[in-house]
């Protein structure tokens, strides 16, 4: 079964200031990966994905996320964070095959300060 | 391009009632996802479907929850009885195949008190 661990609950930062918001996934078999975000009482935004070729993605708002298959990581990276990208993140995997089931992550609360 | 649209937006009901949440996909989106997100928790997949079909419903409680996809486009989910534990908000989610990106709608927030 695949399943998708986000290690850190949440994430405080200064503006201006580069995070990192980690993911790893669990999966024998080829994955697609993705990114989303969820604004406060709003649905969920696609931020990027991975499905196949180069393991750098370039996403929307300046995130970029790196496929790492042998490390099974996904992680989601920004250089510079604003007040507006305080948000929760949630990354998802599709296991190619079975169904092809998009199942996410319990999510990171990025909080950015002034 | 219109997005996915779920009706209604917010529902309070009382335990033992029942509830009835509607989703109209993206036009042309063959796969269509039922999800529940616990305040604090991420989306958990309840059922999915391509077209009319049920890829998977392993997750969704069949002794209370149910959904239908008519005729591969609308779809409904229901729950009855409602118990405190199905608080949560729904999101429907649509994507033109099972391996695309899924656009979701803004959701349903459910208050069992």
């Known amino acids: 079964a695949q399943s998708v661990t986000q290690l850190d609950s949440q994430v405080p930062v200064f503006e201006e200031a580069p995070v990192e918001l980690r993911c790893n996934y669990s999966?024998?078999?080829?994955?697609?990966l993705f990114w989303y975000v969820q604004y406060p009482n709003q649905g969920l935004q696609l931020l990027l994905k991975?499905?196949?070729?180069?393991?750098l993605v370039k996403g929307i708002n300046g995130f970029e996320a790196e496929f790492n298959k042998s490390q099974t990581s996904f992680h989601l990276r920004k250089p510079s964070v604003h007040i507006s990208d305080t948000a929760e993140y949630f990354c998802?995997?599709?296991?190619?095959?079975?169904?092809?089931?998009?199942?996410f992550g319990t999510g990171t609360r990025l909080a950015v300060r002034p | 391009e219109a997005g996915v649209a779920q009706s209604p937006r917010y529902k309070i009901i009382e335990k033992r009632q029942s509830v009835a949440f509607w989703c109209n996909p993206i036009?042309?989106?063959?796969?269509l996802y039922w999800y529940q997100q616990i305040l604090g928790q991420g989306p958990k997949l309840l059922i999915q479907?391509?077209?009319?079909?049920?890829?998977?419903d392993s997750q969704l409680p069949k002794d209370r929850f149910s959904a239908e996809r008519l005729k591969g486009v609308d779809s409904t989910l229901k729950i009855q009885p409602a118990k405190l534990e199905d608080s949560a908000v729904y999101l429907c989610?649509?994507?033109?195949?099972?391996?695309?990106?899924?656009?979701f709608g803004q959701g349903t927030r459910l208050t069992v008190v």
């Open positions: 989610a649509s994507s033109l195949d099972r391996r695309d990106e899924a656009f």
């Open positions: 999966s024998s078999v080829s994955v697609y």
């Open positions: 991975y499905l196949s070729g180069s393991t």
């Open positions: 998802a995997v599709t296991t190619l095959g079975s169904g092809d089931k998009l199942t």
């Open positions: 036009s042309g989106h063959a796969t």
């Open positions: 479907f391509q077209n009319n079909g049920v890829v998977d």
